[in-house]
């Protein structure tokens, strides 16, 4: 065997290698040195000036991931971090009850009517997964990796055996994502804005479940780039009609003349996981060409 590197080897050291190499040692290994490579000087890259930069590199971290771990197209779920699984619910109730204040037991009760969500949320999880082909092509959910329906949507997938996706956001008040998302998908972002967008690149439907401010936000922003024609159009479904319809007035919207009739046809309404999962697999059964599984790239 020839000693000879081969004739297409690497022309110089990667950043990796000289990174460990390159120790700073002795009077430059102090607080205050610059000694250190820029990308690997924490204190450097965490400077206000270096903004767009971390921006760009927390774009890029997902991608660049989802694209090693085969990720193309994903069901987006959405709903409130607050509701809990119908035995943890149940404990709750059971405590307010014996402590005797009534404001937490009025909390409790409304808390156990709102596990009947979580249960949808875990079983269209669970439906998505047992038939992630059913679309035309592999599709896995995706949620914002936290508790509530977030996690009801990622156990769903791993009750099923399957993969699932979880896009955290640092917040003060939640000290990690749910134990059931798969771990080389499982991502935590700084920026609002960048979770977002990440989202949508891959979403071939999103389905929002009763929540409050956070999930109010995300689903304006999907039915706001679809009605401007920002993003292509895509299955958008909100489980739960009667909490819908009591919490936004849209005929009033249109009587107003802020939004056009059509604009209501952006949306359907579902009350099971079922009814969704049938509601989405029926808009990709058809032949509408703005209606395909697989996300256009370079968009």
Sequence with gaps: MSDKPPIRARNFPSAEDEAKAAQPHGRYDGPGSSFRMAFTDTDFLLREELRPVRLQLELLKAELVQQEQGV????VVFGSARFKAPD???VMLRDAV????EAAIRR???MVKNARWYDEARRFG???TRESEALGEPVIVATGGGPGIMEAGNRGAFDAGGRSMGMSIFLPFEEAPNPYITPELC???HYFAIRKMH???RAVALVSFPGGLGTLDELFEVLTLTQTRKIRRRPIVLIGRDFWERLIDFDVLVE???ISPEDKNLFHYAETAEEAWGAIKAAYSGDNPSLTARQLKGN
């Design 108 to 110: 409790a009760q409304q």
């Design 256 to 258: 107003h003349g802020v």
């Design 98 to 101: 014996a402590s005797g204040d």
């Design 72 to 75: 193309e197209s994903t069901v």
């Design 126 to 128: 669970e439906l998505v």
């Design 88 to 90: 943890v619910a149940e």
């Design 199 to 201: 989202f949508l690149m």
């Design 187 to 189: 991502f935590q972002f």
